[in-house]
């Protein structure tokens, strides 16, 4: 059987890829990982510690649960009380605050609240209790969609009335184009998502690259794969190039998967998104079809007149765009902890503050 | 004049109550005959001791000879509630034995005496019952303790799962021990007894909703024999602990707080199954937050490890023992792992439950 994993995580291959990198740059660089996976990676193996000093890695917007919108958390606190619903979602979501609760809370009021690890599975619980309307918090970037689409393709083929989705997705690109165009973007080259790059390949990073003159290297999550990403951006930014590489063959091609992307172009369609700490940017998301609005939640449950309130304190929003780290926010550590989360970028496993608060206090 | 409806009056016409011994019912709890015959026909077989046999609401029972009112009492007590309540290695008696008897023996205790209190779920079948009682009572002459005390209450159906259990254990500690989290020094080994995150894996994989099977064990043991062998070999031992729930990372936070010291860990040192690291990456979970039921942690003078190591690696729950990390100064009430390729990172305690990963 092919090991996929030891050989990307073997010492000595690190240690080759640290010993490059250090000869290969000469100057200081600013480098942005996408994934909130790849954050966690970086920092639970100590990457940023092998690297020279003249390299600072910033943290990107790639956490779906910290991004999805406070409006959203909201609806899905106010479905999630109601009697006859069964709430399900991916369990970080269960401890994202809304504007003065979270799930967790939900539940202990009585709500019935269930962690699922697929949402193949929500469908099953609606199969098997008929009487109760089940929703599914659909979030993620391009990963989730095809298993959150696949849920409601099986749902209207088993003619289920009982099953909906609250829909939360998000696309990678479109947070590029807001990150690079901001005015105090300091952003130099790009990591860009793996399993994201697994779905949708890396087609549509080539105009983001030419447009902003930007190196970007499709980057996978082990510590040899970062290291190669980084490396592989570093020559570029050294060199003065800006194409788009991808540094994870074994699972990445440039067209992607395409039955993937034709399941999602059948189900969804481009919407613009709210993102939490960020702001609204338009044709960012995915959203039902109107031929499949019977399964959207918003929708179902009536949940779009509400409002929201964010904490004055949480400066997410500066982190996710890589302006601020957070132990630069001063209430990291403090006010704001994993116990007590002010914000979502504290409560995600793919969360810059957590992260940090994790590994780095 | 109209026909009498009544056919005869002759036949049974008492209602007898059903005896129930399929499934617990609400009377079993009552403290009337019903409980007194369960008592007397599920836990009296197998929980034999003089205290249990003399019938009272309380037990007396006797210090060891040696102890000559000498030492101290370690008492200590744990409530279990597990679901499932049979997984693969054990169930929720073992369970309740083992942890109250590790509890206690992490004191340097000698574990003597146990009593066991059962709230049981009306609808339980007794078999069930049964086999978790004869599981404790293996569970409890594997450690050489009796169980002395219990009692039962039945509650309705859908409020326990099952069954819990708390169980509260007595030992006797000889007068020179003194072994607590509060006495790790800067230079001290640190020791872990075996492979970790077997039990929290065994446990979720039994629930069946992982998405895949794996072929993990709950390590659930009495580990009292190993620990008086180690003591014997590492007579200054300073803190024993057996990290349960959240793990090695948290229960080392625990003993860097009281004894407010750091604790400095070798990632590659660690030992861990490769089909536990692997279901745990599957999830996003970390095996070192993971529960074990059968290992303890050893934090000893440096100049004894090696006597203790050995020790440990003697005894069939502690062949896989190893030394992974050292107590140092700075910094303080922190506790740092240093990875294979020489990089740190914190090792902190967890937030709340450990929730699978999203992508």
């Known amino acids: 059987m092919i090991d996929f994993v030891s050989g990307f995580r073997n010492a000595d291959n690190i240690k080759v890829l640290v010993e490059k990198i250090h000869r290969a740059t000469t100057q200081p660089w600013n480098i942005m990982e996408i994934c909130g996976g790849q954050t966690h990676s970086i920092l639970h193996y100590g990457l940023d510690q092998l690297l020279p000093p003249e390299i600072e890695l910033v943290h990107g917007p790639g956490c779906p649960v910290c991004v999805t919108s406070l409006e959203l958390i909201d609806q899905a606190l106010e479905i999630a009380s109601q009697s006859n619903v069964i709430f399900t979602s991916f369990g970080d979501m269960l401890r994202v605050p809304g504007s003065h609760r979270d799930l967790f809370s939900v539940r202990a009021a009585g709500g019935d609240v269930r962690v699922v690890y697929s949402p193949l599975d929500a469908v099953q619980i609606a199969l098997k209790n008929p009487e109760k309307q089940v929703v599914f918090f659909a979030i993620g970037f391009e990963t989730t969609a095809p298993p959150n689409i696949a849920s409601v393709i099986q749902a209207r083929n088993l003619g289920l009335t009982n099953y909906s989705v609250l829909v939360s997705q998000v696309c990678v690109p479109p947070a590029m184009h807001a990150i690079l165009s901001a005015p105090q973007n300091r952003v130099q080259g790009f990591l860009a998502a793996g399993?994201?790059?697994?779905?949708?390949?890396?087609?549509?990073?080539?105009?983001?690259?030419?447009?902003?003159?930007?190196?970007?290297?499709?980057?996978?999550?082990?510590?040899?794969?970062?290291?190669?990403?980084?490396?592989?951006?570093?020559?570029?930014?050294?060199?003065?190039?800006?194409?788009?590489?991808?540094?994870y063959p074994r699972l990445v091609t440039q067209p992607g998967n395409r039955s993937a992307q034709a399941m999602i172009n059948q189900v969804y369609e481009v919407v613009d998104r709210n993102w939490r700490g960020i702001g609204p940017i338009p044709n960012s998301g995915w959203g039902l079809r109107e031929n499949f609005s019977q399964f959207d939640a918003q929708k179902r449950f009536k949940v779009g007149h509400i409002k929201t309130q964010e904490s004055e304190v949480c400066i997410a929003g500066q982190i996710l765009q890589g302006i601020k780290k957070p132990n630069q926010c001063p209430a990291f550590g403090i006010q704001c902890t994993p116990e007590n989360p002010l914000g979502a970028t504290m409560v995600s496993s793919e969360g810059a503050c957590a992260a940090y608060y994790r590994y780095r206090r | 004049m109209p026909e009498n409806p009544i056919s005869s009056f002759n036949g049974p016409s008492c209602p007898v109550p059903l005896y129930h011994k399929d499934t617990i019912v609400m009377g079993h709890?009552?403290?009337?005959?019903?409980?007194?015959?369960?008592?007397?026909?599920?836990?009296?077989?197998?929980?034999?001791?003089?205290?249990?046999?003399?019938?009272?609401?309380?037990?007396?029972?006797?210090?060891?000879?040696?102890?000559?009112?000498?030492?101290?009492?370690?008492?200590?007590?744990?409530?279990?509630?597990?679901?499932?309540?049979?997984?693969?290695?054990?169930?929720?008696?073992?369970?309740?034995?083992?942890?109250?008897?590790?509890?206690?023996?992490?004191?340097?205790?000698?574990?003597?005496?146990?009593?066991?209190?059962?709230?049981?779920?009306?609808?339980?079948?007794?078999?069930?019952?049964?086999?978790?009682?004869?599981?404790?009572?293996?569970?409890?002459?594997?450690?050489?303790?009796?169980?002395?005390?219990?009692?039962?209450?039945?509650?309705?159906?859908?409020?326990?799962?099952?069954?819990?259990?708390?169980?509260?254990?007595?030992?006797?500690?000889?007068?020179?021990?003194?072994?607590?989290?509060?006495?790790?020094?800067?230079?001290?080994?640190?020791?872990?007894?075996?492979?970790?995150?077997?039990?929290?894996?065994?446990?979720?994989?039994?629930?069946?909703?992982?998405?895949?099977?794996?072929?993990?064990?709950?390590?659930?043991?009495?580990?009292?024999?190993?620990?008086?062998?180690?003591?014997?070999?590492?007579?200054?031992?300073?803190?024993?602990?057996?990290?349960?729930?959240?793990?090695?990372?948290?229960?080392?936070?625990?003993?860097?707080?009281?004894s407010q010291v750091g604790i400095q860990l070798t990632e590659t040192a660690i030992p861990i199954r490769p089909v536990v690291r692997t279901a745990c990456e599957m999830l996003g979970f970390d095996p070192l937050y993971v529960a074990n039921e059968g290992k303890l942690i050893a934090i000893v003078p440096a100049e004894q490890a090696n006597a203790a190591l050995h020790a440990l690696q003697a005894s069939p729950y502690g062949s896989q023992a190893a030394v992974i990390g050292e107590v140092i100064a700075q910094p303080q009430k922190r506790v740092l792992l240093r990875t294979q390729v020489g990089t740190s990172r914190i090792l902190d305690v967890h937030a709340g439950e450990m929730l699978p990963r999203i992508c």
Not at chain 1, 203 to 227: C, H, K, M, N, R
Not at chain 2, 181 to 197: C, T
Request: proline residues 5%.
């Open chain 1, 195 to 247: 399993h994201v790059c697994a779905i949708m390949g890396y087609w549509e990073y080539l105009p983001i690259a030419e447009q902003y003159q930007i190196p970007i290297t499709v980057t996978g999550f082990e510590s040899v794969d970062l290291l190669q990403g980084i490396y592989q951006t570093i020559v570029q930014l050294e060199k003065g190039s800006f194409s788009v590489e991808n540094a």
């Open chain 2, 29 to 258: 709890g009552s403290g009337g005959k019903m409980t007194q015959d369960l008592i007397k026909d599920v836990f009296y077989p197998f929980f034999d001791s003089i205290p249990l046999r003399e019938g009272n609401d309380f037990a007396r029972a006797p210090l060891p000879d040696e102890a000559q009112l000498k030492g101290s009492l370690s008492v200590s007590t744990d409530c279990h509630s597990v679901f499932p309540i049979e997984f693969p290695g054990g169930d929720i008696g073992k369970l309740a034995v083992c942890g109250t008897v590790n509890d206690m023996s992490m004191s340097g205790a000698i574990p003597l005496y146990l009593t066991a209190g059962f709230i049981l779920e009306e609808g339980l079948p007794i078999a069930t019952l049964q086999e978790i009682v004869l599981s404790m009572c293996a569970a409890s002459k594997e450690a050489g303790v009796s169980i002395i005390a219990g009692d039962t209450k039945v509650v309705e159906r859908g409020k326990a799962d099952g069954v819990y259990i708390t169980t509260t254990g007595i030992g006797w500690i000889p007068e020179s021990r003194l072994i607590g989290g509060q006495y790790a020094q800067p230079g001290d080994v640190v020791l872990i007894s075996g492979y970790l995150g077997d039990h929290g894996m065994a446990v979720l994989t039994a629930r069946g909703d992982l998405g895949f099977e794996a072929d993990i064990q709950s390590d659930v043991a009495p580990l009292n024999k190993m620990i008086a062998n180690l003591i014997t070999a590492a007579p200054d031992t300073r803190v024993l602990r057996d990290p349960t729930r959240g793990g090695l990372a948290t229960t080392l936070n625990e003993i860097a707080q009281q």
